[in-house]
């Protein structure tokens, strides 16, 4: 039931979805394509690069820095190599005019997160809530299991620093903090499908 739960609450389908050639990868968060005539760039929203982590600390080096965002790359090739083209949803538009998007190839935002290839950016107010919680599950599942960079010691320093977009994650258990995601995303479903899932709890204890 929680998994059907989940998987019901993820981007809507009303959004429309956008396409272009894929011309460069510039960051761990920034594509450029190729739309229309006109290339541009777009940011996959709710993923941070690790230069803006632990900025203040400086316990990572610069250096190592890049090389994780190398193989951040690195992977994001891999996983688009073949595609001509690539569709995504545009979440948010900042006053600056940056585009902030989902992709749909490979599902890649949550995908990279998962894949221990990106952190997340706690503070990204273009991505949904539920969205965010996901992407946060995602994190906490690569680190645990040290999928992808996960298994680098630097990487760990990165984000466990104080002020870093997982600091929160130590003050709960992963128990906790799963029932905390299931009831806040209940709680948003409309009262009929509240009062449904109610009573599919409670047949199936």
Not at 77 to 86: A, E, G, S, T
Request: glycine share 4%; net charge positive.
């Amino acid at each position: 039931m929680k998994k059907i739960l989940l998987s019901g609450l993820i981007l809507s389908a009303t959004l429309f979805a956008n396409s272009g050639k894929l011309v460069d990868i510039v960051s761990e968060n920034i594509l450029k394509v190729e739309a229309n005539g006109k290339i541009e760039k777009i940011h996959l929203a709710g993923i941070n690069i690790f230069a803006n982590a632990d900025y203040k600390n400086l316990q990572v080096s610069f250096q190592t820095k890049d090389q994780l965002k190398k193989s951040s790359i690195a992977y994001m090739n891999k996983l688009l190599k073949d595609q001509k083209n690539i569709k995504y949803h545009i979440v948010d538009i900042t006053k600056n005019g940056v585009k902030k998007v989902w992709l749909e190839n490979h599902e890649l935002n949550y995908k990279l997160v998962r894949d221990g290839y990106a952190i997340v950016n706690e503070k990204d107010i273009s991505v949904p809530s539920k969205l965010k919680m996901r992407l946060s599950r995602a994190m906490d599942y690569a680190r645990d299991k040290k999928i992808g960079l996960w298994g680098n010691t630097n990487l760990v320093s990165l984000v466990n620093m104080p002020n870093s977009c997982s600091t929160h994650i130590k003050t709960i258990s992963k128990e906790e903090r799963k029932d905390e995601i299931l009831k806040a995303q209940i709680n948003s479903l409309p009262k009929s499908a509240r009062i449904f899932l109610d009573r599919k709890f409670v047949a199936s204890k």
